[in-house]
T-cell receptor, first 113, second 112 residues
């Protein structure tokens, strides 16, 4: 049973560029959340997708956008990259009607130069 | 605003030396409190969920407890493989979906 998978593992971009990160949820899960974790900090909630719609959003600018596909996989897009966007981006999946466990993927390490 | 504070920031223990990590929280109605373990460069690994004051859960050398204002993660006779960052997170009752608010974590190092 595959857990949460994310791609790519690492990514290096320059300021002003755009990036797309991908996430496949754990089998049986229908909800995907994205978090940003800066070095030495706890994860910060970006947004959550359920039934292909953004359901909840944290304090992140509109440069951060996402999408959920019919197979429950998800993408995180970040436009006009800033140096401060360098972080570990984590995807977490869960089942909407049983939300006592959120399973995290290994993350994508984004470096903005 | 929901907030989570973890202490200490870092903790160094000798193998077999028991201790506790603290997680203080303020939330507008607690739906659940979560403990995760995170190894360097990896995603958080789920450990426990606690729902109400007085609840306790155990897993191997770890035991989590919950009061109305804080949670403790007790580590009994730790081993070097317990070295990791331990994250605490809360989920508020008033959120229709599953946003987690995390603390900054406690970095635990267990020396042989």
């Amino acid at each position: 049973d595959a857990g949460v998978t994310q791609s790519p593992t690492h990514l290096i971009k320059t300021r002003g560029q755009q990036v797309t990160l991908r996430c496949s949820p754990k089998s049986g899960h229908d909800t995907v959340s994205w978090y940003q974790q800066a070095l030495g900090q706890g994860p910060q909630f970006i947004f959550q997708y359920y039934e292909e719609e953004e359901r909840q959003r944290g304090n992140f600018p509109d440069r951060f956008s996402g999408h959920q596909f019919p197979n429950y996989s998800s993408e995180l897009n970040v436009n006009a990259l800033l140096l401060g966007d360098s972080a570990l981006y984590l995807c977490a999946s869960s089942f909407r009607l049983r939300d006592d466990e959120q399973f995290f993927g290994p993350g994508t390490r984004l470096t903005v130069l | 605003e929901d907030q989570v504070t973890q202490s200490p920031e870092a903790l160094r223990l000798q193998e077999g030396e028991s201790s506790s990590l603290n997680c203080s929280y303020t939330v507008s109605g607690l739906r659940g409190l979560f403990w995760y373990r995170q190894d360097p460069g990896k995603g958080p690994e789920f450990l426990f969920t606690l729902y109400s004051a007085g609840e306790e859960k155990e897993k191997e050398r770890l035991k989590a407890t919950l009061t109305k204002k804080e949670s403790f993660l007790h580590i009994t006779a730790p081993k070097p493989e317990d070295s990791a960052t331990y994250l605490c997170a809360v989920q508020a009752m008033n959120t229709g979906f599953q946003k987690l608010v995390f603390g900054t974590g406690t970095r635990l190092l267990v020396s042989p």
